[in-house]
């Protein structure tokens, strides 16, 4: 396959960036996505040229480093996957693909197409963990029974992997759906609870801090998060906002 | 109150109350209408009690205009912010790829409302304190009817009313169910609420549209 | 030998930690507060050690070269998590889950870890529920158990496919809960490039900022290496891109033995590799093994059809198959344990069954699966004689039920449908049991240097069981080291802060700076894969499935050569004051073309088969590994002497007082 390549080139933070086309020849549909960009990497080398850097590392769709929008769509054109499961099949000969970095204020430009995503550890270090010693606790494990289709909901909120794709999707740069997974996993839980107004209300500040935009509900979240969390956890979140602010 | 201002989630409870407020009295708008295709007779009777009643003049009417005001003034602080939280913007972004087009329109469609809403208080409104207060004229129960029609006599203000409409049902057709999760609400009676809510958007304006077309094409002949 | 001081307690096995618990000396808890503690890696143990460090008062600063430290590899881990809970009652115990432990590692693990292991390994899951991490339940609400990797009990704790994830999420949020108390300082996107020693005591760190590419020193009263494994040596593995051997090497450079480094688990169900292009294998979990099985075509002439394309293995006849682990083991069949049933898979492919277009692939196959739970479905749902497509059709859906994930995984990556097709699969690197040597208290050989988790080498022997990875990740980093480290501090309480202005601290920034000097201006012609790849090629080659004295001693040579190659024709583009993954990978790729070669003499001189280590020499006529206990009964420690080549072996005889040392057979 012959492929057109558009992707954002910037040096560092404080450099302007732009797009740059590139051109590869015998690209292998068998090849994943991120594949095919080492195989450009290693024609710039040999160009004497700087490869394009991109975030990256597990590479079987879980770690929630790769953050690449793909003609549009964050982690590309098929649903439920993260970029690095994402196959060159998914393109045909002769396409152009635009190669961008996630886009919002929140998520500063590092250096071509990786961004600084901290502002989702600060937001979990403001709240994402219930607080109790690490250090050998009498408590058994099975002394709290929870109910399973609680611990099931609470553990599809848990699945985040904490990439990005919903601020990358949302017409907003909105983190909504990633912190309402957090609240959402500690607040179906019983041992979530005891702290679970404290928790929902210092989340939410920090990220309004980080400069994230607003929710407007349109969805995009739902649809790009390769995990597949639910709008429901924002929802949820609103309920539980909403009565910790209200019983203050 | 400032403090909860300043937080995403209470911005959007407020854009949430207001639109719902907004939703209630369109309810209680699109009935009096009907009547004006009935029964002119109910129909002059309501309007003169809206017209009259110091509780609606004095207390509804202001929390109405305020209830508008709120609505629109967040919607373009959310604008705002919302735009700044992208700061730099993709060269290529396919919102329609995981998004209808009216969730991610609300601003515009909002925005063709709201000019509608001058057209219409200076059809009506400014006309009506004008009647009341500059030029104190005396209470006339009967007036509303003829006024009324004669405002759908020329076909422009008809079509920009019907246009208007349209792009209300675009806007309740998000709005209005899209509240109800700003509130919290997303469980089993989701599906029910979204369908309900999407009836509305459609059923409501096209009242209104068909009212504006009513009067239009059956002016009062003297 | 004074330096392989084990340092494990006297007394019985099952009361060795508890009484070593009680004697050690602690550190006051104002005290705490005036020692620092560096943590490298945030993974399983890093994080947990992190997290209960800060916790009990000390100051820490946590490294990882991910953007977070929720990112670390620890999160790809599926199966799940063991722990002697017994709550199924099934007769698990913590002598039980010990025994299975010891056995599977092939009896090259330190017995009294192991007990200790077992015994902490209860606590983890109260810990983690709560933390609030949501393990599978049964619908009476309390925890869910499965059973794995062949042992006789259930007691595997799991949270579907993502155990791994969310044991580390659990750790991450012990850890954000002390950083928001700023107990912790965290460093993401940092490497550590050395350690550094005072008067032979490890006191800190050079790191360098991945962003901006500064040198950092950072100081600190101790050391903890918790940077996983080394797997991708090999660079096509199931590790993660950046998982590398970095900071253990250069502990191991300035005096941290390396104990058997040839000790590497290689996973059977793996994909294939695809082609050239290809830069990482992706697991297919263990629990498939259960229902699918695994052939070959037994005629040569079609498995070289099946290559060019003209053949379709659904086309080959029952009898043209050869279920070749059913054949060999009877009574295992398909569900022998990882390392034979990797090496069977070599054996079929390299005498040229294998299936795809590499020749590297075996099926495994679901079609009988299919059928029989179709019929087991239909005759539950009442239906008497059903045709051949409803009862196919009935046990997709029971397989989809069991496996769906996986399946729809597969044919992501593979575009084939697995359904109607049997899944290739061939063997990939997948961990490393060995790593920094460690005595009881988890400290290397430098002093006030530990190594924790998959870094160090204690617990898992020469075979690692499933689900016991995460279990020791979590063990020594919540409840092991935390406490053990105390011994060690409770000697620094008057030393105060540690300054990184010392003259040590001058010249490891200095060597550090020379080094990445020497990368950038080698300015070559080729580029750090194209090392990476050749040094992969001869360890897979040579180092790999089976191994041979011949093999082993070209491995050295080549690797050396390589080496040499690659510091004088290497090319990193970019600059070293900025964001550069180019320099990143070559400095990683240095040194395993250093571990490489060691690896390589730890496995020549190992003249028996054992776990994952098997020699080609060392087997019975049945092709079956041959374990020497009365030469090798020991863990090879070696010690750096300037070069790889010149490293010194050290034995730490492994003496086995409370379980008997058997073979293992599957047959």
Redesign the interface.
């Known amino acids: 396959m012959k492929i057109y390549l558009?992707i954002?080139r910037q040096?560092?933070a404080n450099s302007k960036g732009g797009?740059v086309d590139y051109t590869m020849d015998g690209v292998?549909?068998?090849?994943?996505f991120?594949?095919?960009l080492?195989?450009l990497n290693?024609e710039?080398?040999?160009k004497?040229?700087?490869?394009v850097?991109f975030?990256?590392?597990?590479?079987?769709?879980?770690?929630?480093?790769c953050s690449l929008?793909i003609?549009?769509?964050p982690h590309g054109?098929?649903s439920r996957?993260t970029v690095?499961?994402l196959?060159m099949?998914s393109f045909n000969d002769g396409d152009t693909i635009?190669i961008?970095p996630w886009?919002?204020?929140?998520f500063?430009v590092?250096?071509d197409l990786?961004v600084?995503?901290?502002a989702?550890?600060r937001i979990?270090?403001?709240?994402?963990?219930?607080?109790?010693?690490?250090?050998?606790?009498p408590?058994?494990?099975?002394a709290?029974?929870?109910?399973?289709d609680a611990?099931?909901a609470?553990?599809n909120a848990?699945?985040c992997?904490?990439c990005g794709a919903c601020v990358a999707?949302c017409?907003?740069?909105?983190a909504?759906l990633f912190t309402s997974a957090k609240v959402s996993?500690?607040a179906l839980?019983p041992?979530?609870q005891v702290e679970a107004a404290d928790r929902v209300m210092n989340m939410?500040?920090q990220?309004?801090l980080e400069?994230?935009?607003?929710?407007?509900?349109?969805?995009?979240c739902e649809?790009?998060c390769p995990k597949g969390i639910s709008?429901?956890n924002?929802?949820?979140?609103?309920?539980?906002?909403?009565s910790a602010?209200i019983k203050g | 109150m400032s403090g909860l201002i300043k937080s995403s989630l209470a911005r959007k409870y407020v854009m949430a109350l207001s639109g719902l407020f907004l939703v209630i009295f369109l309810v209680l708008h699109v009935t009096i209408n009907l009547a004006s295709v009935i029964s002119p007779d109910f129909f002059n009777e309501a309007s003169h009690f809206m017209g009259y009643n110091p509780l609606v003049q004095f207390l509804m009417q202001p929390i109405l205009i305020a209830g508008v005001i709120v609505h629109f003034v967040m919607g373009f602080v959310l604008e705002i912010q919302n735009k700044r939280a992208r700061g730099i913007s993709y060269v290529k972004f396919q919102g329609s790829a995981n998004a209808p087009w009216v969730s991610r329109n609300m601003i515009y469609s909002g925005l063709v409302v709201l000019a509608f809403l001058g057209l219409h208080f200076y059809d009506f409104w400014i006309h009506e304190m004008a009647y009341k207060y500059v030029e104190v004229n005396p209470e006339d129960p009967t007036r509303y009817y003829a006024e009324t029609v004669e405002k759908f006599a020329p076909i422009w203000r008809t079509v920009l009313y019907v246009i208007s409409f349209v792009l209300l049902s675009l806007h309740l057709w998000h709005g209005f169910a899209s509240s109800f999760q700003s509130m919290g609400v997303n469980n089993k009676y989701t599906p029910g609420i979204k369908k309900f809510a999407q009836a509305f958007a459609v059923v409501v304006p096209l009242a209104f549209a068909f009212i504006a077309i009513y009067h239009h094409l059956n002016p009062i002949t003297h | 030998m004074a330096v392989l001081e084990s340092k494990v307690p006297s007394g019985p096995l099952a009361d060795k930690w508890t009484k070593h618990k009680n004697e050690i000396d602690l550190v006051n808890p104002a005290n705490k507060r005036n020692i620092d503690i560096i943590v490298v890696g945030t993974g399983l143990a890093g994080g947990s050690a992190a997290a209960t460090l800060a916790e009990l008062g000390y100051n820490v600063k946590t490294f990882c070269y991910q953007d977070s430290p929720r990112r670390a590899h620890s999160i790809a881990a599926q199966g799940g998590v063991n722990a002697a809970k017994n709550y199924q009652g099934d007769g698990d115990s913590v002598y039980r889950l010990f025994y299975d432990t010891v056995k599977g590692g092939d009896y090259r693990s330190r017995e009294a870890n192991v007990y200790r292991l077992a015994e902490v390994s209860t606590n983890i899951i109260d810990q983690c529920v709560a933390q609030g991490v949501p393990f599978a339940r049964e619908y009476g609400g309390l925890l869910d158990n499965r059973s794995f990797g062949g042992v006789l009990v259930s007691r595997t704790f799991y949270a579907k496919g993502q155990t791994g994830q969310q044991l580390l999420l659990g750790a991450y949020a012990a850890m954000n809960r002390q950083i928001h108390r700023g107990k912790i300082k965290s460093y993401t996107r940092h490497e550590m490039l050395d350690v550094v020693l005072v008067d032979g005591k490890a006191r800190g760190i050079i790191a360098r900022n991945l962003v901006t590419g500064e040198i950092e020193r950072h100081a600190g009263h101790a050391v903890v290496l918790a940077t996983g494994g080394y797997g991708n040596l090999f660079f096509l593995s199931t590790y993660a891109m950046g998982a590398n051997v970095m900071a253990a090497w250069k502990a191991h450079k300035k005096g941290a033995h390396f104990a058997n480094p040839c000790f590497t688990q290689i996973h059977p169900t793996c994909i294939p590799v695809s082609g050239d292009h290809q830069s990482k294998l992706t697991l297919m979990s263990e629990s498939l093994r259960n229902d699918g099985r695994i052939w070959v075509p037994a005629k040569k002439e079609d498995a070289e059809a099946i290559r060019a394309g003209q053949l379709k293995p659904t086309e080959i006849k029952e009898e043209d198959r050869d279920y070749y682990l059913e054949r060999r083991y009877p009574a295992f069949g398909n569900l022998v344990p990882r390392d034979v049933a990797s090496r069977a898979a070599k054996e079929r492919c390299d005498a040229g069954y294998g299936v795809n277009k590499t020749g590297e692939a075996v099926y495994l196959d679901f079609d009988a699966a299919i059928m029989r739970y179709g019929r087991e479905k239909a005759l539950t749902s009442g239906m008497k004689n059903p045709d051949d497509a409803t009862v196919r059709k009935l046990g997709e859906e029971v397989v989809e039920a069991k496996y769906g994930n996986l399946f729809q995984m597969y044919e992501k990556i593979v575009d084939q449908n697995p359904y109607k097709t049997p899944m290739m699969i061939y063997p990939a690197v997948h961990y490393t049991m060995g790593g920094l040597w460690v005595d009881y208290n988890l400290m290397t050989t430098i002093p006030g240097c530990y190594a924790a988790g998959e870094a160090n080498f204690s617990d898992h022997g020469a075979n690692r069981l499933g689900a016991s990875a995460l279990m020791q990740g979590l063990a020594d980093g919540y409840f092991v080291l935390p406490y053990t480290i105390g011994d060690y501090l409770s000697d620094d309480i008057r030393t105060g802060p540690i300054s990184p202005d010392s003259p040590e601290f001058d010249e490891a920034e200095q060597n550090v700076r020379d080094r990445i000097h020497k990368l950038m201006s080698a300015n070559g012609i080729h580029s750090v894969d194209y090392y990476h790849k050749k040094l992969g090629k001869i360890m897979w080659n040579k180092c790999g499935m089976a191994r041979n004295a011949k093999d082993l001693k070209e491995a050295i040579k080549e690797i050396s050569e390589l080496r040499k190659d690659f510091w004088e024709n290497v090319k990193v583009t970019g600059k070293a004051e900025a964001k550069n993954q180019e320099l990143e990978k070559a400095g990683r790729v240095a040194d395993f073309l250093e571990l490489g070669e060691l690896f390589a003499m730890d496995a020549l001189h190992r003249n028996e088969s054992c776990g994952g280590h098997f020699r080609e020499e060392y087997q019975t006529p049945e092709g079956e590994a041959l374990r020497d206990d009365k030469n090798f009964k020991y863990v090879a420690s070696w010690e750096y002497k300037g070069d790889p080549s010149k490293s010194e072996l050290h034995k730490e005889d492994l003496v086995y007082e409370n379980i008997e040392v058997k073979t293992r057979s599957y047959k």
């Open positions: 558009k954002w040096k560092d797009m292998e549909s068998d090849m994943s991120l594949e095919m080492d195989v290693e710039l080398v040999a004497g040229e700087e490869p850097e975030d990256h590392d597990c590479r079987e769709g879980i770690c929630g480093t929008m003609n549009g769509r054109p098929d996957i690095c499961q196959h099949r635009v961008e886009r919002a204020k929140a500063p590092i250096k990786i600084d995503r901290t989702f550890d979990q270090q403001a709240g994402g963990y219930i607080s109790v010693n690490t250090s050998g606790l408590v058994d494990a099975n709290i029974p929870i109910e399973k611990a099931d609470s553990f848990a699945t992997i904490g999707a017409k907003n740069a909105s909504m996993q500690f839980l041992q979530g939410v500040r990220m309004d400069g994230f935009g607003n929710c407007t509900n349109t969805g995009a649809v790009e709008l429901e924002i929802a949820r979140m609103n309920r539980e906002y909403l602010t």
